[in-house]
């Protein structure tokens, strides 16, 4: 389950509202059934998790995302969308009701399988941060936030390169 860190150099941006909405949906829904307009996430980095109610990683990933998420949203520059993998809507709902943030409606199928596309996925969980303007700072999000939980934010390539060289020279004392 390789989570690395994409070394391709050309900068790769989105169009947040595009890819978030579809032609009958401009919103996301929290776990309350409450409606939020993609709009809202103007101006903030945008994570895109890409989980299942089936997968074991995920279930174990969740709570960690939770805590950093948590620690996070109070800066109000953060958020979190869940795309489910899910297989049905009883199951989407039930893992849905343990996040905070918000999720591409279970129903909009169509809109859950374009985002899988166009960030190649190949294994849950997958995060991708996007920042303010759309462009992927990572796809290596999952990896991150395990090893650095909080501290990786804001999700940079050099943020997560100075972490690593503080961990090389705490190995090297």
């Not at 650095?148 to 503080?166: R, S």
């Amino acid at each position: 389950m390789a989570d690395t860190q994409s070394t391709d150099t050309q900068a790769v941006f989105h169009d947040v509202h595009a890819i978030l909405s579809s032609s009958e949906r401009d919103f996301l829904v929290r776990n309350d059934g409450n409606q939020v307009k993609i709009e809202s996430l103007k101006g903030k980095k945008v994570g895109l998790y890409f989980s299942a109610s089936w997968c074991g990683p995920c279930r174990q990933f969740t709570p960690a995302l939770v805590e950093v998420y948590d620690e996070l949203s109070s800066k109000g520059d953060f958020e979190v969308v869940f795309v489910s993998r899910d297989k049905d809507e009883e199951a989407f709902k039930g893992y849905f009701s343990k996040m905070p943030w918000l999720a591409i409606p279970f129903s909009d199928s169509e809109a859950r399988d374009s985002l899988k596309e166009l960030f190649k996925l190949r294994v849950i969980p997958y995060l991708v941060i996007l920042d303010e303007n759309g462009k992927v700072l990572t796809n290596s999000g999952v990896g991150i936030i395990r090893e650095h939980g909080v501290e990786g934010y804001p999700f940079t390539p050099e943020k997560i390169a100075q972490l690593a060289e503080i961990g090389k020279a705490k190995e090297a004392t």
